[in-house]
């Protein structure tokens, strides 16, 4: 069965400091994985996706995120925080052929100035 | 631009009431799905569907029932509203692996 563990449940960072946010999979096969953001009251908006191809993923807003097999991660990065920045984000994987999405517990990316 | 919209965005709604959460979609896109969040927690599907005429329950129990006359058009419906199905609703469509959402509808039952 497949599963994600976002480590971490608040992350906070000064602006212009790196971000790193934190995704362990579990899946029986091979994986598709996503990053989304999403920001109060909103739904969610897709970052990245890793299906299979290259092993790094770069995304929208200057976020990227690297697959590692032999780790089970996909951890998400940006080299330098903006105020815009702080929202929820949410790590997920896709099951099968229906592509239902099963997600991590959400990381809140805090930005200070 | 993902077109998948949810209505109404904030719905407050005394406890016994029949409520109908819309979410309608223009890519057409077979796969919908409706994901249910509470507050500061992460989001479980409740409901998916494959196509016209296809829905099945998700991984999360939900008294919530869901139709799919149309393609485009996935509601969800709650019989009889209580306050623990306060939550925030999200509905979800996809082609392939990608699935864009709705903006969601944040429901409190009082």
């Known amino acids: 069965a497949q599963s994600v563990t976002q480590l971490g449940s608040h992350v906070s960072v000064s602006e212009g400091a790196l971000v790193l946010l934190r995704c362990n999979y579990s899946?029986?096969?091979?994986?598709?994985l996503f990053w989304y953001v999403q920001y109060p009251n909103q739904g969610l908006q897709l970052l990245l996706k890793?299906?299979?191809?290259?092993?790094l993923v770069k995304g929208i807003n200057g976020f990227e995120a690297e697959f590692k097999k032999s780790e089970t991660s996909f951890h998400l990065t940006k080299p330098s925080a903006h105020m815009s920045d702080a929202a929820e984000y949410f790590c997920?994987?896709?099951?099968?052929?229906?592509?239902?999405?099963?997600f991590g517990s959400g990381t809140r990316l805090l930005v200070r100035p | 631009e993902a077109d998948i919209y949810q209505t109404p965005r904030y719905l407050v709604i005394g406890t016994g009431k029949k409520i109908t959460l819309e979410c309608s979609q223009t890519?057409?896109?077979?796969?919908m799905y409706w994901y249910q969040q509470d507050p500061g927690m992460e989001l479980h599907l409740i409901h998916y569907?494959?196509?016209?005429?296809?829905?099945e329950k998700g991984d999360l129990s939900s008294e919530s029932t869901v139709s799919r006359i149309r393609t485009e058009h996935f509601p969800l419906t709650l019989e009889s509203a209580r306050p623990s199905h306060t939550s925030q609703y999200l509905c979800?469509?996809?082609?392939?692996?990608?699935?864009?959402f709705g903006q969601g509808t944040r429901l409190t039952v009082v």
């Open positions: 979800a469509s996809s082609e392939s692996s990608l699935a864009f």
């Open positions: 899946s029986s096969v091979p994986p598709y």
């Open positions: 890793y299906t299979s191809a290259a092993t």
């Open positions: 997920a994987v896709s099951v099968g052929s229906s592509y239902k999405l099963i």
């Open positions: 890519m057409g896109h077979d796969k």
């Open positions: 569907s494959y196509g016209v005429n296809s829905t």
